[in-house]
């Protein structure tokens, strides 16, 4: 991805665990995705800031084994005022 911030949208619910966020090779953090009541369009991070113009590589982290981790789409914007 190319873009200033970045917006990883998936679901969650009781079969989702949690997960490790990584952009760039640096750990951003720990999060989880479960919970009670489905949600299909469960914002999984954000992240702002990034180096405009720039390759960028966000990698998320299943850290259940036999959970699920569903990730669906993600919104890259850019521009210097973007996260404003």
Known sequence: MS???????????AAQGSYRAVVDGELIGNYSA???ATDYHHLLLEVHNLADGEP???TLVN????A???????????GPNASA
Do not use: K
Not at 3 to 13: L, Q
Not at 63 to 66: S, Y
């Open 63 to 66: 850290d259940v084994e036999g």
């Open 56 to 58: 960028h590589t966000l």
């Open 3 to 13: 873009g200033r911030d970045v917006w990883a949208y998936g679901i969650s619910g």
């Open 68 to 78: 699920s981790l569903a990730f669906d789409y993600a919104i890259i914007q850019t």
């Open 34 to 36: 479960r919970s009670e």
